[in-house]
């Protein structure tokens, strides 16, 4: 195990914590165990571990006597040989395209090692926060809801041991990152509410009045509120004050009226 390499001032350097403290330090004060927990010199008023992170990574991520470290320095492997002993790491940097993908009889592929030789070392955490995600959009939509459950893959920064249950669950305050929401959606309990089986509280709009019927060709029983249009084709039902504007009859009548009155009227 070697204690993890960061980024700082423009080279690669052993992890330290936001005060400066190495992982020599937190092994020599017993700070921590090798299991990750408190050691017998950490103290109450320090907090937790995660409050001296840098950059997401704290002892027990990158120091070997907390639990944490990595694996070492990558380099290609000096025994690694392709049939023949001359077809090492260095032949295989001679034309990485098509020599990593080769691999040899026991299953071992060549860029797995010489991952120098075939640029597959693994990127070292830089001391700088990298770039906002870009915002992808999300998949279409499933037809039914899926299930909410913890991942069974999940392993914090890689670490075997750092599952959702039980290392996040022991201490889902300090551990429940913006990864372990996702990841560990029950233990961290950020599952989505399910819905309702129960009709919601608020009112429905009410519905609207069925459209009239089609106008009928007889009259209603009731006067209308505002005049027809065009004038009816019956006559009105009493002789109107003024003369129309319009002779009544078309022609004359066939015979004539009755004999004049004997006396003149007043």
């Known amino acids: 195990c070697s204690d993890t390499l960061v980024e700082r001032d423009g080279e690669s350097k052993i992890w330290i914590s936001s005060t400066t403290a190495t992982c020599q330090q937190y092994e020599d004060e017993n700070f921590c165990t090798p299991e990750g927990g408190y050691g017998t010199g950490w103290k ?5 571990f995660e409050h001296w992170a840098v950059n997401g990574l704290d002892a027990t991520d990158a120091c070997c006597a907390c639990g944490g470290g990595s694996s070492p320095a990558c380099c290609d492997s000096s025994s690694f040989a392709l049939n023949q002993a001359w077809k090492n ?6 034309n990485p395209g098509v020599r990593c993908d080769k691999s040899i009889q026991g299953g071992e592929t060549a860029d797995e090692a010489c991952p120098v030789a075939c640029d597959t070392c693994p990127p070292v955490p830089t001391q ?3 770039e906002a995600p870009t915002e992808t959009p999300t998949g279409t939509p499933t037809d039914m809801p899926t299930i909410c459950e913890d991942s069974a893959s999940y392993r914090r920064n890689g670490k075997p041991g750092r599952t959702c249950v039980p290392w996040v669950a022991a201490n889902t305050d300090k551990r429940c990152g913006d990864e372990e929401l996702i990841e560990c959606r029950v233990t961290c309990g950020t599952c989505p509410e399910p819905p309702t089986d129960a009709p919601t509280d608020a009112l429905t709009d009410a519905p609207t009045d069925p459209p009239t019927d089609p106008p009928t060709d007889a009259p209603t029983d009731h006067e209308s509120i505002a005049p027809s249009v065009s004038p009816s084709v019956a006559p009105t039902a009493r002789p109107t004050d003024e003369p129309t504007a319009t002779t009544t009859s078309r022609r004359p009548t066939e015979a004539p009226t009755e004999a004049p009155t004997e006396a003149p009227t007043e």
């Open 128 to 130: 700088t926060p990298t």
């Open 44 to 48: 109450d008023e320090w907090i937790s």
């Open 89 to 94: 790491c260095a032949w295989v940097a001679e």
